[in-house]
């Protein structure tokens, strides 16, 4: 493995991660989830 290869690797690993935190506190409280979705999305037009 090459330099590219180990660093391609590492910095999917820690996407990976990130959506995987994300995603278990999606599971884990739905309706903020949802509510902040919301809000960023028509936030934003104000």
């Known amino acids: 493995m ?3 290869q180990y660093l391609t690797n590492k910095t999917l690993d820690g996407l990976y991660l ?3 935190e994300e995603e278990r506190a999606i ?3 739905r309706l903020s989830a949802g509510s902040a979705i ?3 999305v028509f936030g934003a037009l104000h």
């Open 38 to 40: 919301v809000s960023k």
């Open 2 to 4: 090459n330099i590219e």
């Open 18 to 20: 990130m959506i995987g």
């Open 27 to 29: 599971r884990q409280n």
